[in-house]
């Protein structure tokens, strides 16, 4: 199997949980991994080898609702409920690693350099309109101390522009939740009609760069944003997408925990 060409902020490797993604910048400051369809998600057993790769005690997921509901999990706190409802989930136990799972979605995985703290973001175009990302840095800045001028960011597969045709009602709800003109006409492509199409172009939305740009409006630097630019839908011998495979599609997870030696406020 030829494996899809990476930015050099990303690369491939093995881990007890098959084939994984992982970011290098991101690597420095905390335990991250985005896994392949060589995890079989959902399946008995799959939590316990992401567990193993990262060397925590658990992983803790959330019941995904297309939101941007942040889930805290502190390390002074007694452990959370196991199954909470939520798009996103921040942590400053080293023990504890927070995952996301997506089969087109943006998982977005955050950082702190300085406080240790680390966050799991699911964005699909409804959390993306919610500004799910946007909620995740606000919860790591007021529950962990967390600076959004440090913190690292990789952004992980979901489906590309090339393949995520839309309808005009999403350029209406994110109009509606309060996303600026000239954002919404940056995140919605409109490639000319072909010749002899009297349809009109058709809409794509680009999820992934949506998100970078709300990062980057919440106080990340630029810099500091690193997206791995693969296209769900376009590798599915290596990922999963539940537009092109629909109920036959398993899910992709970005799984995070602070490094074991890290920082105390």
């Known amino acids: 199997m030829t494996l899809p060409d990476l930015p050099e902020a990303f690369y491939w490797t093995q881990s007890s949980c098959g084939l994984v993604l992982k970011c290098r910048p991101l690597d420095t400051v905390a335990r991250h991994v985005f896994t392949t369809r060589e995890l079989q998600l959902p399946s008995p057993g799959a939590w316990e080898k992401v567990s193993e790769a990262l060397g925590v005690r658990r992983v ?10 942040v889930v805290p999990i502190r390390r002074d706190m007694a452990p959370p409920v196991e199954v909470c409802s939520g798009d996103a989930l ?3 136990d080293p023990d504890v690693a927070v995952a996301v799972r997506a089969a087109d979605c943006v998982p977005l995985l955050l950082a702190d350099p300085k406080t ?20 995740g840095v606000e919860t790591l800045t007021r529950e962990c101390g967390a600076n959004p001028d440090d913190l690292v960011a990789a952004i992980g597969p979901s489906i590309g522009a090339c393949c995520y045709e839309v309808g005009s009602e999403l350029v209406d709800a994110f109009a ?3 996303h600026p003109r000239h954002l919404i006409d940056r995140w919605f492509l409109a490639p000319p009609a072909g010749r002899g199409n009297r349809n009109g172009p058709t ?3 680009d999820v992934a760069g949506a998100n ?8 990340l630097r630029e810099e500091n944003v690193f997206m791995c630019g693969l296209c769900t839908a376009m590798h599915l011998d290596v990922l999963t997408s539940y537009r ?4 036959r599609s398993g899910r ?5 925990a602070p490094l074991a030696t890290s920082p105390t406020r």
């Open 60 to 69: 803790a997921t959330l019941n995904q609702v297309h939101g941007n509901t």
């Open 90 to 92: 921040v942590s400053d």
């Open 116 to 135: 240790g703290a680390v966050a799991a973001v699911h964005a699909g175009w409804r959390g993306t309109a919610a500004s799910a990302a946007v909620a």
């Open 176 to 178: 509606a939740a309060g």
């Open 203 to 205: 809409l794509r939305l």
């Open 212 to 219: 970078r740009d709300q990062l980057i409006l919440a106080g």
């Open 244 to 247: 092109a495979e629909k109920e």
């Open 252 to 256: 992709l997870a970005g799984v995070i």
